[in-house]
């Protein structure tokens, strides 16, 4: 096996590349945005309430997991909307199960936010 030397042309244009992908899916993708805006306003409550550097941690893993599951799930979208621009079970299916993966995602972190932050909110109305 050979190894090529590290490039940093390469490294910055990868980086470019997965930046755009990003940005477009922001603009086009309603869901993306909602849940960004999500992520925003978890990181201002973190920040706000001081919490924990583990909850911290727990937080922004379960909020960047829903982010990366849609990034999977519009990709994976598209890439069937090209390939079989017809409808059919299979693609569907696919389409379907991709969905419910990023409302399963979604789902988990929106209960570990509320494990969180409820004895934070607590506090304040106490």
Known sequence: ???????YKKFFNSWMYASRGVVNLLKTEQNARIHLIYAIVVALLAYFFSI?????IILFFAVTLVIAVEIINTAIERLLDD???ESCKEAEFI???MAGAVLIAATIALVVTILIFYPYFSKLSA
């Open 83 to 85: 390939i079989r621009p």
């Open 52 to 56: 924990s550097r583990l909850e911290a």
């Open 95 to 97: 389409k379907d199960a």
């Open 1 to 7: 096996m050979t190894y090529k030397r590290f490039s």
